[in-house]
């Protein structure tokens, strides 16, 4: 008969247990309680006792019967076995418990797994096989005799938990714990053999045999895998060594255990909450290091829709697809990965959902080359989230990616991030190839906290309809535009630096750019305008009237930002004095006093720019007077503030109504906070006039 497979650390005999076997299947010690035998066992009564561990130490105890009298076990209250032994048990006549202990008599061991197929159930009731192919080549497993037919693949088993047996019957494993070694099923691991169904079978078993939660584990030795491979529910695929140092790229990878994956191939989960865990996942056919811009095509791993898979602590190389997600609640942490992002980006996050996922410390990048100019950029896109706009459905943070050629970073869905970080080695080599930094597609809101791109082409594109929100945004060394807006991109500080472009395009009037603290330099070849429209008819000041705010502003070259697509509005006279800009309008021989020709605001706005004022020797003063010209499109009065650079605003006086189309005088009084002026030094005099 079958035996008896006990997993819990204690164990009190029966008399139904006569002639069986008992299988003690716990990593620690087990104690065993032997009822007073004259109460309830007949004549004869025998059975056999094993530990499946060799370091499992078994204690007999004896329980008292109903008039309190203690048996003896081999004429000891109790017995303690040695490690690994257990024990045949009978019953002396003078109703006391004999133990004898079984030493390696028990468990009679054989070297192959052929051998164990050769063996009949009724030679042995329990077995060890201490190989697979030959002696040592896989750890030792325990198998017990079944009564009856392997369950699996129509009674022939799966060679690792069910063994056909010679008499037609099976010899079952039993696993010390819920780790299983793929080599239990056969897989050669000698970068040769396909082990793809050693592989599936060992999965399989995961489920059929541990009824799931189990750990197939793939030893330190390089596997070759040639077919799919499906990941059951709540299974892991567990590497026995950590995930290697890719970032090297040498040749070293060649030699490297891993999972040598056929790129035709994929591996997939095949129900929740499957995993991947400390695996080097390697294409078949790449020889390190890679040279060249390569051409690779594949998936490796992806959920299939399935929710709550987990890749940790591995590295994904030689494929267009590292992982492909679909399902809900993805966990991605600690990976490296290194594809060609054509078909799919290398890890496309597609959650489908609402549901939450979460991606971190994972790098995307060329691998060892990230740096070189002749292979250390891949055509397609590294990270995308999502393929159709929606709500956000995945937490990035402490993510790399950069050196592709379409998107580093791709949002077709919302996201919140933590920090995230592009830079390729285009502005390095002199090499720009239009290659977008981060994108955020129509439709969508994008938010978080440092998001950093560098040598993008341009380096942020936010399209209209969408938004991007951080803390802190940097762009620099971009072959065109720092940023590119059509949507909103909204900050508490922005850095924009060194890009060949300006530092920000509002590509249409839906584009909005509003930071707080905004630093620019070394933009459009060091010269102004460092802001550029797309389009005309674009406004400066505070939303909703412009598409340009900024509270704070630090640049190398003072003076106006914008080029002639903006015009003010409410809100642009702070931010025309920290410009120091220059004036936007015709104005000569401005003093103290003198004139100079202002456009008509339009009837339910404000017009605002500046004007130069430079006292003569006797305008030395903390405030004064301009008169100026403007043209009225109405009859309608029109009144004026002023101010010069640090200066507060004062109303205007002299204000002239006007019926006609002729330019009226208006006197405008300027005001420079209580500070008088120098005398012949130019001063930004910022105005603005509507009617009242």
């Known amino acids: 008969m079958t035996p008896k497979i006990i997993t819990a650390p204690t164990y009190t005999v029966t008399q139904d247990d006569n002639c069986w076997w008992i299988v003690l299947n716990n990593p620690g010690n087990v104690t065993v309680t032997l009822?007073?035998?004259?109460?309830?066992?007949?004549?004869?009564?025998?059975?056999?006792?094993?530990?499946?561990?060799?370091?499992?130490?078994?204690?007999?105890?004896?329980?008292?019967?109903?008039?309190?009298?203690?048996?003896?076990?081999?004429?000891?209250?109790?017995?303690t076995t040695a490690q690994g032994e257990g024990g045949v048990l009978k019953i002396q006549q003078d109703l006391n418990w004999w133990v004898l202990p079984t030493g390696a008599v028990g468990r009679p061991l054989i070297q192959t797994n052929a051998a164990?197929?050769?063996?009949?159930?009724?030679?042995?009731?329990?077995?060890?096989?201490?190989?697979?192919?030959?002696?040592?080549?896989?750890?030792?497993?325990?198998y017990v005799a079944s009564a009856h037919a392997c369950t699996l693949n129509a009674g022939a088993g799966d060679n690792g938990s069910q063994v056909k047996s010679a008499d037609g019957k099976c010899w079952l494993a039993v696993y010390p714990s819920n780790i299983m070694d793929v080599r239990e099923w056969g897989a050669h691991c000698d970068n040769a053999t396909d082990d793809s169904v050693a592989f599936q079978a060992a999965l399989n078993a995961g489920l059929t045999v541990l009824n799931s939660n189990a750990s197939v584990l793939v030893p330190s030795l390089r596997c070759m895998v040639k077919g799919n491979l499906a990941i059951p529910i709540n299974t892991a695929l567990q590497c026995s060594t950590p995930f290697p140092n890719a970032i090297t790229g040498t040749a070293a990878l060649n030699t490297e255990p891993a999972i040598v994956l056929d790129p035709s191939k994929t591996i997939s989960a095949?129900?929740?909450?499957?995993?991947?865990?400390?695996?080097?996942?390697?294409?078949?056919?790449?020889?390190?290091?890679?040279?060249?811009?390569?051409?690779?095509?594949?998936?490796?791993?992806?959920?299939?829709?399935?929710s709550d898979f987990s890749l940790t602590y591995s590295t994904i190389v030689g494929f267009d697809t590292a992982f492909y997600n679909t399902g809900a609640r993805p966990y991605?942490?600690?990976?490296?990965?290194?594809?060609?992002?054509?078909?799919?980006?290398?890890?496309?996050?597609d959650v489908g959902n609402t549901d939450s996922g979460v991606a971190d410390y994972i790098k995307i990048q060329p691998i060892g080359t990230a740096n070189s100019c002749a292979a250390g950029r891949r055509p397609g896109t590294g990270l995308r989230v999502g393929s159709s706009p929606g709500p956000a459905g995945i937490w990035l943070?402490?993510?790399?990616?950069?050196?592709?050629?379409?998107?580093?970073?791709?949002?077709?869905?919302?996201?919140?991030?933590?920090?995230?970080?592009?830079?390729?080695?285009?502005?390095?080599?002199?090499?720009?190839?239009?290659?977008?930094?981060?994108?955020?597609?129509a439709g969508n809101y994008v938010w978080g906290g440092s998001l950093a791109s560098f040598s993008g082409d341009p380096g942020i594109v936010?399209?209209?309809?969408?938004?991007?929100?951080?803390?802190?945004?940097?762009?620099?060394?971009?072959?065109?535009?720092?940023?590119?807006?059509?949507?909103?991109?909204?900050?508490?500080?922005?850095?924009?630096?060194?890009?060949?472009?300006?530092?920000?395009?509002?590509?249409?009037?839906?584009?909005?750019?509003?930071?707080?603290?905004?630093?620019?330099?070394?933009?459009?070849?060091?010269?102004?305008?460092?802001?550029?429209?797309?389009?005309?008819?674009?406004?400066?000041?505070?939303?909703?009237?412009?598409?340009v705010f900024f509270d704070e502003l630090t640049t190398d070259r003072p003076g106006n930002l914008f080029d002639s697509n903006f015009t003010g509005t409410v809100g642009s006279a702070h931010m025309t004095a920290l410009m120091q800009i220059t004036p936007t309008v015709a104005c000569t021989g401005i003093g103290s006093t003198g004139t100079c020709s202002l456009p008509s605001p339009p009837e339910t706005g404000i017009t605002s720019g500046t004007i130069l004022l430079t006292p003569g020797g006797s305008g030395i003063a903390a405030s004064g007077t301009v008169t100026v010209g403007i043209s009225l499109a109405a009859a309608f009065q029109v009144v004026c503030w002023a101010q010069t650079t640090g200066g507060d605003w004062a109303a205007g006086s002299g204000?002239?109504?006007?019926?006609?189309?002729?330019?009226?005088?208006?006197?405008?009084?300027?005001?420079?906070?209580?500070?008088?002026?120098?005398?012949?030094?130019?001063?930004?005099?910022?105005?603005?006039?509507?009617y009242r």
């Not at 991605?332 to 078909?343: E, K, L, M, P, R």
């Not at 803390?471 to 991109?489: K, Y």
């Not at 300027?670 to 509507?690: E, F, M, R």
């Open 655 to 690: 204000v002239t109504p006007s019926t006609s189309a002729t330019s009226p005088q208006l006197t405008m009084t300027w005001q420079n906070g209580g500070i008088p002026l120098v005398s012949a030094t130019p001063y930004s005099l910022s105005y603005d006039c509507k």
């Open 462 to 547: 936010v399209d209209a309809t969408s938004t991007l929100k951080a803390d802190f945004i940097a762009s620099e060394f971009s072959g065109t535009d720092c940023i590119q807006l059509s949507g909103a991109l909204v900050a508490q500080t922005a850095l924009l630096l060194d890009c060949a472009g300006g530092a920000a395009k509002i590509l249409a009037t839906t584009g909005v750019f509003s930071v707080h603290n905004l630093q620019m330099g070394g933009n459009n070849g060091g010269s102004l305008p460092f802001i550029k429209g797309g389009t005309t008819g674009l406004l400066v000041g505070a939303k909703p009237w412009g598409q």
């Open 397 to 441: 943070d402490q993510i790399v990616s950069q050196n592709f050629d379409i998107y580093d970073y791709d949002f077709q869905t919302g996201a919140i991030f933590g920090a995230i970080w592009t830079d390729g080695n285009n502005f390095a080599c002199a090499d720009y190839v239009g290659n977008i930094g981060v994108h955020v597609a």
């Open 270 to 306: 095949a129900g929740p909450g499957a995993s991947i865990s400390g695996c080097f996942i390697v294409a078949s056919g790449i020889t390190f290091p890679v040279l060249t811009i390569p051409t690779w095509t594949g998936i490796a791993v992806k959920d299939a829709g399935f």
């Open 332 to 349: 991605v942490h600690h990976v490296f990965a290194d594809g060609t992002g054509v078909t799919h980006a290398v890890i496309e996050l």
């Open 35 to 79: 009822p007073a035998p004259g109460l309830i066992f007949s004549p004869g009564f025998q059975i056999t006792i094993l530990p499946v561990q060799p370091g499992t130490q078994v204690t007999f105890n004896q329980l008292a019967d109903d008039a309190g009298h203690v048996h003896q076990i081999n004429t000891a209250p109790t017995l």
């Open 116 to 142: 164990l197929q050769a063996l009949s159930t009724a030679n042995f009731a329990v077995i060890t096989r201490a190989g697979f192919y030959s002696l040592g080549d896989v750890p030792s497993l325990f």
